[in-house]
């Protein structure tokens, strides 16, 4: 079956300091894998993706996602934390199965703490 | 562009009545998702349509259905409320059948009592 998973609930940090958000998945086939955001009382908001090719991928508002397939991790990174970063974060795939379909498979979430 | 609009943004509904919530995809987008959010499940796949067919539906029970017009607007509605069903629900609007970036509304606050 496809998964993600997100193995913290939260994640603190220190404003300036690097940040990293893990998720893991298992896919048949091909993963196309996604990170959103999402701040309180609002919708999800598209970061980054990885469809194919390389294994660093930039997104919206400085960050950025190491695909990794030897230990099928799709970690999500910035390289100084600001307190806006502050959200809940989701990492996503899109389940392949039964042809084609925009739908995603959503990890549990990951609640970024940027403390000033 | 405007994004995606979801109307109502909060609904206070009784158990035993039914509501339709309402979400307007991106104008020439005509893939439109929806899915529940709770604390306790997550976020959840409820339905996919795509110009006016469903192509896929999550695992909930007959009361939750739902429809694009041929506009590319959609509607969910949910029969029978049950408390359960609080949630914030979200929909998702993309321009292609098979698409990489998917655009999320704002949400619907349906609170059950």
């Known amino acids: 079956a496809q998964s993600v998973a997100q193995p913290e609930d939260q994640v603190n940090v220190a404003e300036g300091n690097p940040l990293t958000v893990k998720c893991t998945y298992s896919v048949s086939g091909n993963p196309y894998l996604f990170w959103y955001v999402q701040y309180p009382n609002r919708g999800l908001q598209f970061l980054l993706k990885y469809i194919t090719g390389d294994n660093l991928v930039k997104g919206s508002y400085g960050f950025e996602a190491e695909f990794n397939k030897s230990q099928t991790s799709f970690h999500l990174k910035k390289p100084s934390a600001l307190v806006s970063d502050s959200a809940l974060y989701f990492c996503?795939?899109?389940?392949?199965?039964?042809?084609?379909?925009?739908?995603?498979?959503f990890g549990t979430g990951t609640l970024l703490a940027v403390q000033p | 562009k405007a994004g995606v609009t979801q109307t109502p943004r909060y609904l206070i509904k009784t158990r035993g009545q039914q509501v339709t919530l309402s979400c307007s995809p991106i104008s020439g987008h005509r893939s439109v998702s929806w899915y529940q959010q709770t604390p306790g499940q997550g976020l959840q796949f409820l339905f996919e349509y795509f110009s006016e067919t469903q192509r896929n539906k999550g695992n909930f029970p007959g009361r939750f259905s739902g429809r694009q017009f041929s506009n590319s607007r959609s509607e969910m509605n949910v029969s029978t409320l049950e408390l359960g069903d609080s949630a914030l629900y979200l929909c998702?609007?993309?321009?292609?059948?098979?698409?990489?970036?998917?655009?999320f509304g704002p949400g619907t606050r349906l609170t059950v009592t």
């Open positions: 996503a795939v899109r389940d392949g199965r039964g042809g084609a379909t925009n739908k995603l498979i």
């Open positions: 998702a609007s993309s321009s292609q059948a098979l698409s990489y970036e998917q655009y």
